[in-house]
C-alpha cells in the first residue's frame, strides 16, 4: 500500500541516509483528485460537515457485505438506508481505493461528486423520507494503515484479520456517515476462506458454505456510531462459557489457545458485565459479548459492542506475571465492559467529549474492582495508574481542556492521552465524592437511561447528576471540564510548644493557563502523630488561602498531606517538615494508598528541583527494600531508574549507579522475598545496568534457566539482550542471534525487532527511522515497541540527529497512524534526550513551526516538559547558571 508524501525536511534527512530509494520502501502515492470547493466536502470530517448531515440525516442503516478471501483487498457492497428532512445535497464519507456503481434510490447518480475522501450526491438524487443510496467499492488490508489488519502468526504460518476504525476510519472500510452522533443499525454479511470462523458485533444468523469459502451473515446490531462497527476472521479458536447466566466466547490464535487462561479471562468479562448492570440499574445493551485476543493489537483494548479487541500481549503470559500486571490486566477488562454502557449505549455526540466514554469507563472499572475484590487495594491501583500521569500532563504548557475542542475529526486522534484517560477519572472521583455515592449512582442511571442508544454531551450527563443531588453542577463543570491545568496546594503547618496551632492550605495553579481562580475543592487532611495515631479533617477549599484552626489542643503532627483519600484532583507538595519526615520514615505509612502518595510526594519534590535526585536514591536504598507492597515497589523503582538515567549527569551516574545496582542485585537474590517483589528489581536492573560487573551479571543470567526465583523465560532474555546490545556489550550480537533462534515465535520476532532498534549503530538507526516512516509491512504495535530501544538514553549522540525529522514528520503522522501512535512518537524521542542541544532543538522547532496546527504544538509541549525538566535538573546538580526552567 503506498503512502503519502513525506514532509520535504524528512524526505531529506532519509535520503541523506541513502535509504529512500531502498527497493523494500513504497513510493509515495499519487496526489488526490482535486476536491470540490464546498467547505462540507474539506479533508476529514469537519463539525460543521458533521451539523450539516445531523440536521438533515437519521434513521441510517447499513447493510455491508464484504469478501475479505483476498490477500491486500476486500471486496464490498454497501445498501446505506436513511431518512432524509429538509433540502440539499447528501455526503457520505470514503477513503477507500475504488469506488463504482453508485445509485441512489435504484438509480445511476448523475453529477457524483467523488474527491477521494468524500461522495457528494446532488439534491436532485435523492428525496424526502427514505432514501437509498448503494455502492460497490474495495478496501485496503494491511498489516499497518489499513482499516482492515492483517497478521501472520510465524509460528504456524496462519493469517487473521480484525478491523480497526476508531475515531474516524470506518469511511476507510466502506461509504458511510462516519460521524458518532449518526448511529445506525447494521446488518453484516463477511465471506472467509473456508477454515476461518468471525466474530462481529451481532450473533451470527446464518453460514453459507461456498467453494473455498465461508459466508457468515450476522444480525442487524441495535443502533451504534460507525467507528464501533467491527469483525475479525480467522482461523481463530474459541472457548465459549455460561457464566453469570450468559454465554461469553473468547476468540484467540490457535497458535496460543493453550496459553490464554480461557476460564478466568471469561469470567471477568462475565463479572464486569453482571455487577454494572447491577450497579447502573440498567440491563447488559446487546445481544451478546464475545472477546477477542487480537495479535499485534496496538491499544489496550477497544471496546466494539458484543465484540470487545484486546491486546493479546497483555493477557497472555509469557513469563509469569507479577500482580501489577494481573491488576492491569483486570482493570483493562473492567474499563471495555464498562464502555458497553458508558460510549457504546451511550455515546459522546462528538469526539471533543472523548472524556465522557473513556474517563467513565476508568472510573468504573476502579470502583467495580473495589467492589468485587476489597482485598485489591483498587483506589491505589487507581491512583499509581492514574494520577501521576495526569498531573505531569496537566501542569505543562501544552495541557488542554478535559473537553477539547475539535473542528474536525482528523485532529481527533490528538485528543487522545493522559487529559483523557488518566485527568478525567481523577476529575469523576471528586465529583463522586462531593455528592455521594447515592446520587452519584442515581445521576449515571438518569443519564444512561435518557440518552440509551442515543448521544450526549457532558452537560447532559452533569445535570443528571445535578439533579440527582439537587444542586447545581455548572460553575464545578466549568472549572473541572472546560478549563485547562490543575491546582496545585501548597501545604504551610504552624505548631508551637508541641501543639498544632493552624494548617494553612494555598492553592494556585500549575501554570498560567489556567488563570488565577481557585478551584472549588472538596478533600481531607491526614494529620499522622508521633504516636502513629492518624486523623482526618475533612476541608473545602474555595478560595486561594484555606487556613484551619484548631480549638481543642492537638498535639503537633509529623506528617501532614492534604488529600487523604485521593479524592481531590490537586497536585499536593508537602511543607518542609513533613517532607523531611519523610525522608526517614516513609516506610512506616502503614495505609498503601497514603504509603504510595507519600513516596510520590518525595518524587514530586526531585522534579520541582527541592530534592536532588541522589539523595532520592539513598531514600530509595535505604526504605524501599522494607516494603511490601508490590504496586509501590514497582512504581518507585521506575522513578529510581528515571532519576539515575535521566536526572543524573555521567559524573553523577559513575558514583550513583554502583550502589543503586547493587540494591536491586540483593532484591532480585533475595530468597526471603516474594517473585512478585524479586521480578521488578531485575527488571529495574536490567533498565540501570551500566557498570562492567552489572552488564557481566546480566550476561552470564542468560546461561541460566532461573532469575528472581522463577524460570528466566523469554521477555526476560529478551530485555537483558537488548540492554547487552544497547550498551555495547562485545558479544552482544551473538547472544541476540542465539535468543533468535530460541524464540521463533511472532512475539520472538517482534523482540528481535525492538532489540535491533538498540543497537548503537548510525546505519542501524538511519534504516530504523526509515522504516518508521516508509516500510507499509510494519506494524504499528512493533514500531511503537521499538521506540525506546531506539532512544536509548545512552545513546543521545546518535539519535539527536532524528529529533527534528521527528517533529517535522508530525502532521504527516496525525494523517497516517492510529490513536495513541503520535504520543509515543514524541515521548519515545523526546524522553531519550537529556541535553541542552535536544532542548535547543525543540524550542526552534515550535518557533519555526509557525504553520503547525495547535493540537499538535500542544502535544509537543507535554513531551517538551519532561525533557526540560531533565536538562534543569541536570544543570541544578552541576551549578550551572544557564539552567532551563521546567514549565
Known sequence: MPFPALPRSVAASLAAAALVATASFAAPSPARAQRADSALMSRGISRELARYRSARIGDVRYDLALDVTGRDTARGNVTVSFTRRGRGEVILDFRGPRVWDVRANGAAVSGLVNDGAHLRIPARAVRPGQNTVTASFTALIAPAGASVIRFHDATDGADYLYTLLVPSDANQLFPC????????????????????????????????????????????????????????????????RTMYGRPVTMYVRASRAKEAEADSLIAANAR??????????????????????????????????????????????RERPTRPQLLGREATIYHEVAHQWFGDLVTMQWFDDLWLKEGFATYMA????????????????????????????????????IWQELGNLDQAKSNYGAIVYNKAPGVLKQLNYLVGDTAFRAGLHTFLTKHAYANATWRDLLASVGGSAHRSLVAWGDAYILRPGMPVIQQRVVTSGG???????????????????????RTEVLLRYPSGRTDRMPLDLTRSETIARFATPLP??????????DNAYALVVPDSASAHWLESNVETLTDPLTRAMAWDALWELVRQRALPPERYLAIVETQLPRDRDEQIVTAQLGHAAWAATAYLDPAAQTRALPALEAMLRAGETDSTLSYGLRKPQLDALIRVARTPETLRYLDALLDSTRAAGDAL????????????????????????????RRDSTSEGKRQAFVAGAAIPDARVKAEYFARYLRDTTLNEDWATASLGAFNELNQQQLTLPYLEPALDTLPWLQRNR?????????????????????????QRFLA??????????????????ELARAVAIRNAASGSGTASSAH
Open 177 to 240: 456517515f462516519d460521524q458518532p452522533d449518526l448511529k445506525a443499525r447494521t446488518a453484516l454479511t463477511l465471506t472467509v476462506p473456508a477454515a476461518w470462523t468471525a466474530v462481529a458485533n451481532g450473533p451470527v444468523q446464518h453460514t453459507t458454505r461456498g467453494t473455498g469459502t465461508t459466508t457468515f451473515a450476522f444480525e442487524r446490531t441495535r443502533p451504534l456510531s460507525t467507528y464501533l462497527i467491527a469483525f475479525a476472521a480467522g482461523p481463530w479458536a474459541h472457548v465459549t
Open 272 to 317: 464486569a458485565a453482571d455487577w454494572l448492570a447491577t450497579y447502573f440499574g440498567v440491563p447488559f445493551p446487546w445481544p451478546k459479548l464475545d472477546f477477542v485476543l487480537a495479535p499485534a493489537f496496538p491499544f489496550g483494548g477497544m471496546e466494539h459492542p458484543g465484540a470487545i479487541f484486546y491486546n493479546e500481549n497483555s493477557f497472555i503470559y
Open 366 to 401: 476502579a470502583k467495580m474492582q473495589a467492589a468485587l475484590e476489597p482485598q485489591s487495594n483498587a483506589w491505589e491501583t487507581f491512583y499509581l495508574r492514574n494520577k501521576p500521569l495526569a498531573y505531569a500532563t496537566d501542569r505543562t504548557a501544552g495541557t488542554t481542556p
Open 499 to 521: 501543639t498544632l496551632q493552624e494548617v494553612a492550605l494555598t492553592q494556585h495553579p500549575a501554570n498560567a493557563l489556567s488563570g488565577d481562580a481557585p478551584w472549588p475543592i
Open 556 to 565: 503537633a503532627p509529623d506528617f501532614v498531606f492534604a488529600n487523604a483519600g
Open 713 to 740: 523465560r523469554a521477555p526476560t532474555r529478551w530485555a537483558i539482550v537488548t540492554r547487552l546490545l544497547a550498551t555495547g556489550v562485545p558479544d552482544a550480537s551473538q547472544r541476540l542471534a542465539e535468543q533468535t
Open 818 to 842: 492510529r490513536i495513541f501512535f503520535i504520543g509515543s512518537w514524541l515521548d519515545g524521542f523526546l524522553s531519550g534526550q537529556t541535553n541542552p542541544d535536544a532542548l535547543a532543538t525543540v
Open 848 to 865: 519555526s513551526a509557525t504553520d503547525l496546527p495547535i493540537d499538535l504544538r500542544r502535544k509537543v509541549l507535554q513531551a517538551e516538559d
